[in-house]
């Protein structure tokens, strides 16, 4: 089974900076998208960025410019560099990624990490 272990949230302030880590682990063949979701209280669940074998990356036009999202393929570990972070940047992130096993492909979600940006 493939586990997601988020770190790296935590409380800031306005115009500060975050870094989140997710690292996957379990039996794999391989991993196609990595990706993070954030959840405001009451709100959907919307992705932020996403990163795919090869390096494309897509970003939310809320946090472009601000976020960058990469990944260590060796480590299979992805991550979320956000910067001038708002109070709308606010949630609970979710990393996601889609893998293959055993012929099969596979959507894992990691447990949560919360963000808050306050003063």
């Known amino acids: 089974q493939v586990q997601l272990v988020e770190s790296g949230g935590g409380l800031v302030q306005p115009g500060g900076s975050l870094r989140l880590s997710c690292a996957a682990s379990?039996?794999?063949?391989?991993?196609?998208?990595m990706a993070w979701y954030r959840q405001a209280p009451g709100e959907q669940r919307d992705l932020v960025a996403s990163i795919t074998s090869s390096g494309t990356t897509n970003y939310a036009d809320s946090v472009k410019g601000r976020f960058t999202i990469s990944r260590d393929n060796a480590k299979n570990t992805v991550y979320l560099q956000m910067s001038s972070l708002e109070p709308e940047d606010t949630a609970v992130y979710y990393c996601?990624?889609?893998?293959?096993?055993?012929?099969?492909?596979?959507?894992?979600w990691g447990q949560g990490t919360q963000v808050t940006v306050s003063s």
């Open positions: 996601n990624i889609r893998y293959r096993r055993y012929f099969l492909n596979y959507n894992t």
């Open positions: 379990g039996s794999m063949d391989s991993i196609y998208t």
